[in-house]
């Protein structure tokens, strides 16, 4: 079982810049890919940045260029530095562990809000 603690979140003005934190229990997490998903009101969960175990990242279309995820496997952590918000970018944020002996097993945090408004 793996525990995920969020934090970072809260309230910022758009152009503005947040960093996102989860810290991981278990000894899988550096075996494995991390990340993040979020969800807005009436909208289902989207995928935002993944980085596997060895480094290589995936970004969501719409965060290219602005958002940057980053590891850190000897604390256990995975990191979303979130640049150029924009309103839209409006969700909680929830950040996952993908079980490497179970892919379709995923463990999540308990989410952290994020609101861009002027």
């Known amino acids: 079982q793996v525990q995920l603690e969020e934090s970072g979140g809260g309230l910022v003005q758009p152009g503005g810049s947040l960093r996102l934190s989860c810290a991981a229990s278990?000894?899988?997490?550096?075996?494995?890919?991390v990340g993040w998903y979020r969800q807005a009101p009436a909208k289902q969960r989207e995928l935002v940045a993944t980085i596997t175990d060895g480094g290589s990242t995936n970004y969501a279309d719409f965060v290219k260029g602005r958002f940057t995820i980053s590891r850190d496997n000897d604390k256990n952590t995975v990191d979303l530095q979130m640049n150029s918000l924009k309103t839209e970018d409006t969700a909680v944020y929830f950040c996952?562990?993908?079980?490497?002996?179970?892919?379709?097993?995923?463990?999540w945090g308990q989410g952290t809000q994020v609101t861009v408004s002027s």
């Open positions: 278990g000894s899988i997490f550096r075996i494995t890919a």
């Open positions: 996952y562990v993908q079980n490497p002996f179970r892919p379709n097993t995923i463990y």
